[in-house]
């Protein structure tokens, strides 16, 4: 069966996360209702990471098996068509080895996280974004961001049903950056790893708030991480706000 791979857009906010659930709308099951009102008979589909309730994605990617050698652009087309009017759109497809797996074969993860601070209520972004109403320090965020890159045990930021075999991961970058938005400003926090923990960009980014809002050192940051223990972490920030940006692999699939 030919092997296509999918880079998948998706609010998160309509669904109980990427996994199909029993009873809970998912993304997985919208995706494979579309396919299956072309191929009735196709199998289910596996993506890179399974993202939680609430959370977006700009590029997600998963693959299938379909029976037809589908045109690559036309597969992408009709499964739009499908979707409608969910929120979910098949941004590419590309025809990918046999292989090819949407996980396994990935070799990077990148997340967005937006936090906009301003007193007034955000009205476009609304559902988009985490908002706080006290400026924050970005230096003093960036200081304690500094204290999670590299190779590290996660203990303290990783949730207590994170399923991982083990909570060491390499952090290859965290960059926070500020823009300005109307009476307020943007964060957003760029993370890129090979793989993440159940919440655990939540539970960065929630710290390193508490940092900038002066509730936190910097060098407390390091204490959490080294306390490997989950009780020391600050807040896990809400879902709404962070987006799978991209997976990497060996060969971009869809270049």
């Not at 590419?92 to 007034?120: G, K, P």
């Amino acid at each position: 069966m030919p092997r296509f791979a999918l880079k998948i857009e998706y609010h998160g906010a309509p669904f109980a996360g990427w996994q199909r659930q029993s009873g809970q709308p998912s993304v997985q099951e919208a995706v494979e209702v579309a396919l299956r009102r072309l191929e009735p008979e196709a199998p289910g589909i596996a993506a890179a990471g399974r993202t939680d309730a609430g959370v977006h994605a700009t590029g997600q990617v998963a693959h299938c098996d379909l029976a037809k050698g589908w045109d690559p652009f036309r597969l992408a087309e009709a499964l739009n068509w499908h979707l409608k009017p969910q929120p979910v759109a098949i941004l590419a497809a590309a025809r990918v080895a046999d292989d090819f797996h949407a996980r396994f074969s990935a070799i990077e993860r990148r997340y967005l996280f937006r936090l906009i601070q301003r007193r007034a209520p955000v009205t476009h972004d609304r559902g988009l974004v985490w908002q706080v109403q006290n400026p924050l320090d970005l230096a003093a965020m960036q200081a304690g961001a500094a204290h999670l890159v590299g190779h590290h045990d996660f203990t303290t930021f990783r949730s207590t049903m994170c399923q991982a075999a083990s909570p060491v991961k390499t952090l290859d970058e965290i960059a926070i950056s500020a823009h300005p938005v109307p009476q307020g400003t943007e964060y957003r926090f760029t993370l890129r790893a090979r793989s993440f923990l159940h919440n655990q960009v939540r539970s960065i980014v929630g710290t390193l708030e508490r940092v900038g809002a002066g509730a936190w050192a910097p060098e407390d940051v390091r204490r959490a991480l080294q306390a490997k223990n989950r009780a020391a972490c600050g807040p896990v920030c809400p879902p709404q706000g962070l987006y799978l940006t991209g997976v990497g692999y060996p060969e971009d699939p869809f270049a």
